[in-house]
């Protein structure tokens, strides 16, 4: 129950912070229109009572006129005060799920199911949350104008506040309803987070080739409806028992209305009640019951509300203990050493296998690295552990002595140049995708055409081979990528080399990450590449900086001051490429494999 009214208290902070001014106006426009029922219903009755002798007319009028005009004032304002404070709050939302979702400084949480199903529920509902200062408000209205009602009903006998009571049945009815539902939702999410990625396979033009290749339609769309039936039917089952209920709690009220009716009529024949008061029940009456069925609607939203907000409090303590333990030290301006690892093991979170074990090896600074083996040897992971999304099991990663744990993460990625060979293809200008590999220098949305002037890009360019890319668009750097939004497509080699360019953006890393970033490209193109990528690794050598490389294609890694073979997780050679040939080991065996393909 606690943690209900600190959802809810999560929820009223929400408003509040997405726009102080405008939730206040909608608190107190809420109220007055909440009283301006009942007074109607006052006003008709000391009409009513007026008409047949009893108290003044013009006080009636004055009653019910002031009450119309609370009534329609207020809804005309609430109105527009509540959609902008509803986009206010979606706005602030989504900034807030975006922070959460890449606050932790790794990425372990996108891969834990019990998280990620967080996130998704929290994702798929969180617009939900944009009506929150309405729900808020309305149980707020419904609260005032019910005990107004009743303060009129009782002034005419107490037994009438029994009508009332018949209406809380109905809200227990629906609060448990919706209950039901929301238990039905959060077990059967996983169905829900697998119908979602089905659907998007089935959807995305780049799978297109392949789900008609391999003749998957009639599989997918079967499973997609089986997961359907999975995700539904427990939903559907939950809704109709709360349905049911509900009904019945509706047939009681209806009863209990007439029984009112009734009885005030017959406490009028004995002179106990005015013609006014006879009025007066029969107009709350009908508001007692629509008061019922908002409060109920109210209550199923609310309740809905408070189970996202409990997602997002439960996201932000996870994101604020992962913040927690995170080191504050700032990276070196330039590596003097380089980068140690000391007995580093690694074992993926809700795993049992180590992927890295007992890894002792030292990076010198201003060097190129290549790690090769085989697949799942353990590589990219190599490359996610000195990027930080993940840290070690055991073992410490030393950045010129200095515990990577301590250095802020933030920082650290600052000063890491990554390209890798599942890069991201965002669909902006090619100056844009291009700028992010350094998002200081992308272009302010105001500003004309800086990048293309600026020496960066042109040497990010050069360094990528991205040339003969940029130079086939129609508005060079200015042209929308990706057919989408209506831009250009390139070849998946294009792709890659807009990334290659977007990872030798950042000047003087400490570390550039390349994950197999000649995958996409033309043999051809990978020797070109070399140069460029020696030109690029010079650079990065001025200032200490580790150019890491991870490929499959040791003509690419020949040239590396050290490359490390990997093994099941576990380094079995290292070395440059002359010692490891003269050793005779796994590298050379593989190198005279590959080259002998080629002869
Ligand atoms: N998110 C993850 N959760 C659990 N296990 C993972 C995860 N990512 C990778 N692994 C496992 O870790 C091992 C090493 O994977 P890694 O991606 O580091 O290999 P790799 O050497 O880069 O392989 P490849 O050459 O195929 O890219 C593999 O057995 C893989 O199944």
Known sequence: MRDRWESLATLVRLTFAASPWLATTELVLVVVMAVAGPLQAYGVARMVNAVTGQGSVTAAAVILFAALALAFGGLVLSEAVRHRLEDGIELSLQRELLDLATGPPGIGHHEQPEIADRIGAAKEEFRRLRGTAGTIGSGLAVLVSTVTGLVLLAGIHPLLLLLPLLGLLRLWASAFGAREFRHAITATMQHHRRLDRLAEIAA???????????????????????????????????RRKGQLLEIAARVLFGLGYGAAIVFVVWLAREEHATAGDVTMVMLLAPQTDQAAQRLSDTVRVLIALLDVAGHLRWLRRYVGEQVAWEGAAQPPPALRHGIGLREVSFTYPGTQRPVVRDLTVHLPAGSTVALVGDNGAGKTTMVKLLSRLYD??????LVDGTDLRTIDHEAWRSRISAGFQDFVRYEYTAREVIGLGDPARLPAPDQGDPGESDSAYDAAIEAGDARAVIDRLPDGLDTRLGTRFGGADLSGGQWQRLALARAFLRERPLLVLLDEPAAALDPESEHALLDRFNAASAATRATGGITLLVSHRLSTVRMADLILVFDEGRLVEAGDHDTLIAAAGAYAELFELQASAYR
Not at 212 to 236: K, V, Y
Not at 392 to 397: E, L
């Open 204 to 238: 995305h033009p780049r799978h297109g080739l392949e789900v008609r290749a391999f003749g998957l339609r009639g599989l997918l769309t079967d499973r997609i409806g089986e997961l359907f039936e999975q995700q539904n039917e427990p939903r559907w089952q939950a």
């Open 392 to 397: 070690p099991s055991a073992g410490t990663i």
